[in-house]
Structures are given as C-alpha cells and as structure tokens.
C-alpha cells in the first residue's frame, strides 16, 4: 500500500468498440489533498471517475485507489471511500438522522458507534437542531450538507464529490466550502471534486487537472495553470461582426498583445500585461483597421481561461451538457458490481 497516495494511476485505459473514452492517463493524487478534475462533455472525465469508483473496469492500465487495485479489489475500494452525487439521493419521507442511520447500516457499522458518529457529523454540518424533521422540510443547502454528512458515517478515507454545490445560493455554497475545507486540515480526508464552478475549483483546489479527448492535458494548481497562459489580463472586444482579418493583424502587430483569439458573435479576446493600460491603444488600433467596438471590458485571467485556452471551450457551454458520473449517457447497464 503506497501510505502516501489517495489515488494513483497509471496508463489507465477504457475503450467502448472502436472507441477509446480515457487513454492512458498516468497521475497521482497525495493524501490529504484537495484534487480538482475538470473536462468538457465527452472528454473522458465521466468515464474516468466511473472506473475510479469501481463502477467500470478499465480496458488496461492500473488504478489504485486508497491503497487498493479498482480492477482487482473494488470491494475493498468502496469500503474506504464515500461517494456524494450531483443529483440529490436523500430519502425525503425520513429525517435527517433516520437518512444516516440508514446509511450506516449499510456499511454495518455497530448501533452505538453509528449513534455517537452521527450525531457528531449532524453537530458539524450544523444541522443538530434539525436531525428530527424530515428531510422534505429541508432547504437545498441544508439537504446538500446533510448527504455529505451521510456519506462521511462510515469514516472513509476519500471523499468524491459531483457537484457539491449545484443549485445551491451563495450563501448555501460558502457554507458547504468551509466544511470541505475542514474535511482535509490535517490530512485526514482527500477530496476528489468535479465542477463546473470555477471560483469553486480555484477557491477550493490545491491542485487541478484538465481532461479533453481522454487524456490529460494540463496539471497544477490554479496559480501555475493561470502562469502558463500569456499575459496577466485579458481584454474582450464586441465588434458586432466576426473580426475581419485587417483587425486581427493590427492587433497581432501590437508589443503588448500576446495572443488575440477572434471568438463567435464578434467578439475578440487578447492577452495583454497590463489591461487598464493597454485598453486605450487596442481601441485605437482595431478602429484605425476599420473596427467598430459595441463594448469592451477587462478582466484578470483565472480558471475560466485557462479552461478556454486548452479546450477551447467556456465551463459555461459544457454546463448545459453536464450529467452525474451515476447517471447520463454512456454508462453500461451492467455495472460489474
């Protein structure tokens, strides 16, 4: 047992035919971290963390997952990690406390050890007060905190997450945050999360991996992805039409502009050092090439771009997309459990 890693893969491969879904993938996750994984529809990412949590079998290659093989021991595998879909999976005609007890039965956890945990975990996630109402009169944050609670009752060591936050308003999502965030002080949980929030994944993540055509094409964490992108700001342009090419090689031509990229509807993104600064001679030089600018803004870079600049497409469009890795197109009627 690697005592040191949560997750490690190597070559990990899963083909449906003549299709090739996730192609081996090598990357590895220490205890104790908190792992982001991102992807577009279709990149892979379903599909890896499907075979992750022993819900498929690789093609080739190897998982080990808190310290036993995905292929070989998936038993052992679900024994020591919890699980906490996008969609909601409490039992709304129970209370809070009944869902845990349940819960905990499952994993055969003895009555006295069961009640202590659970009320504890109720404690944390601050709905105590609440434990004996049921589920139904629950808010969506409140039904949110109270599945992770659940799935925290046999201790695993850990902790997949789809969509924590999904739906949830502002205020709900910080709260959901802060407990997270305590799950991994100390090392004592690892935390592998899946988002489509990406102030989620840079606020919460030490580190993030990008999927797109099976593979993983970038690794690190928020700060060292935003570094690897030209320039500090970006700069996005409305034209009202698709940039003509005189606009796009007078922008080219500028000393502060490392990287224009033309997008649909008109408008255009450059990379620049200094927006407030540079802003004023963009304007100029895209008008002297005949130009006519609706609106601009400038903003600094964050995950969003890095997302758009090695997939080529915003979190947003991939929202629509979005399934549970449980649920949704592709996945196997027979799960080999």
Known sequence: MQNDKAITVSQITKKFGAVTAVDGIDFEVPRG???GFLGPNGAGKTTLIRMLTTILKPTSGQAIVSGFDVAKAPGEVRKHIGVVPQASTSDLDLTGRENMDLYGRFYGIKASERKQRIKTLLDTVGLAQRADDLVATYSGGMRRRLEIARVLVHSPALLFLDEPTIGLDPQSRRVVWDFLRKLTENAVMTIFLTTHYMDEAESLCGRVAIIDTGKIIA??????????????DIITLALGKAAPPDIVEAVEKLPFAHKIKPEEGGEIRVYVDNGPKDLPALIDAVRAAGGEITSASVHEQSLEDVFIHYTGKSIREEEAKKVSFFIGAGLPQRLGR
């Open 219 to 232: 690794l690190g964490s928020p700060a060292e992805l935003k570094a690897n992108i030209p320039g500090n």
């Open 33 to 35: 971290e908190f792992f």
